[in-house]
């Protein structure tokens, strides 16, 4: 995910955060992807689930991974529910402190990155 991310921010030419259908187009050009140029706006309408005319990462993401699998969703929801303490349905960035302690993290360990 964290190399699709990359690439994604690679893509962006002008660093809005989405891609427009000209980076979008030069992308499938500079990776050589295969899709003819009569058919990259059409692969971009179909990865523009808002159609908003802008491909932003979770558009992409999800178009790339595809819906998420009951057992990931199960597991993305007991976290939530476990860091959502007070049922509120909001997780604040505190309460997300609080509950992971970063300084045992490999990168953390190694000197790539802070707590």
Known sequence: MVGLQR????????????????????????????????????????????????????EFLYKIRGEISTARMDAVEKAFDKMDSNGSGIVDINIIKASYDAKSHPDVVNGKRTE
């Open 7 to 58: 690439i994604f921010k690679v893509m962006d030419d002008d660093n809005s955060g989405s891609l427009s259908l000209r980076e979008f187009s030069k992308a499938c050009k500079e990776f050589k992807v295969g899709i003819s140029e009569q058919n990259v706006p059409i692969l971009f309408d179909l990865f523009d689930e808002n159609k908003d005319g802008t491909l932003d990462y979770d």
